[in-house]
């Protein structure tokens, strides 16, 4: 994973008084994080058919960018390709969700779960030996 882009955009985003980890790990779950929290605010506004909250839509899109770009498809195309695919669905959902195109609600659920599924995947992992390289 290219970490260092990650990191960069993360800080980049981040609020000032946010504090941003060294640990490039702990930069991915920060932002997975932010991702499904941006998610469940706008599935919240989906399903009650409220306007959907601009900044959700702003965090959701910046984190999945992170995300993507922080993806090393170089070396790791088995793990690389099917995450960027996951994330790019996450983006499509929102997309979706801002021209408020039919069963836009559904999917924005469904990629939440999507990103429930990763970030507590993610949060289990073994930093020792798997360990990102920065």
């Not at 994973?1 to 960069?8: D, G, K, T, V, Y």
């Not at 695919?85 to 929102?94: D, K």
């Not at 939440?112 to 360990?131: E, G, I, N, V, Y």
């Amino acid at each position: 994973m290219n970490l260092h882009f990650a990191r960069q955009q993360y800080r980049r985003h981040a609020q000032a008084d946010a504090a941003v980890p060294d640990d490039a790990h702990a930069i991915v779950e920060l932002v997975m994080n932010e991702l499904h929290g941006a998610l469940d605010r706008l599935c919240i506004a989906g399903s009650n058919n409220a306007a959907l909250p601009p900044d959700a839509m702003v965090k959701g899109m910046s984190a999945i960018y992170i995300l993507q770009g922080s993806l090393d498809m170089d070396s790791d195309n088995a793990i690389a390709v099917p995450l960027f695919q996951v994330y790019e669905f996450c983006r499509q959902q929102i997309m979706r969700a801002f021209r408020k195109e039919p069963g836009h609600a559904e999917g924005l659920e469904k990629a939440r779960d999507f990103m429930a599924s990763l970030r507590d995947a993610w949060a289990q992992m073994d930093r020792t030996t798997a360990a990102p390289s920065a």
